[in-house]
């Protein structure tokens, strides 16, 4: 599976953005999906998953409310929607999927990666 994420920018605190990440293969419907974040010097952090259905969806707590993480198998895309956006999400944002777990907020159940989008939110 090979991803490649799409949709990062420059925006003002209080805006949106949306990131696509569009998967290679015929076997994306079965995966599950993470988005995953990491600021200059610091870790990286789970930001949001799906399952492969799509059913079921999980958050971060400070991501909760803001951000919301949907996908269309159709069109083999996972998509992370991103609201109120506040100086401190500023990071490059990696969509992740994983053949192995329904969900997961840690970055090792998760086998193939994007190569990650910037997201800049400015004051």
């Known amino acids: 599976v090979q991803l490649q994420a799409s949709g990062g920018g420059l925006v003002q605190a209080g805006g949106s953005l949306r990131l696509s990440c569009a998967a290679s293969?015929?076997?994306?419907?079965?995966?599950?999906m993470g988005w995953f974040r990491q600021a200059p010097g610091k870790e990286r952090e789970f930001v949001a998953a799906i399952t492969w259905s799509g059913g079921s969806t999980y958050y971060a707590d400070s991501m909760k409310g803001r951000f919301t993480v949907s996908r269309d198998n159709a069109k083999n895309t996972v998509y992370l929607q991103m609201n109120s956006l506040q100086p401190e999400d500023t990071a490059l944002y990696y969509c992740?999927?994983?053949?192995?777990?329904?969900?997961?907020?840690?970055?090792?159940?998760?086998?193939?990666w994007g190569q990650g989008t910037q997201v800049t939110v400015s004051s």
């Open positions: 293969g015929r076997t994306f419907s079965s995966y599950s």
């Open positions: 992740a999927s994983s053949p192995r777990v329904p969900y997961s907020g840690s970055h090792n159940d998760y086998d193939y």
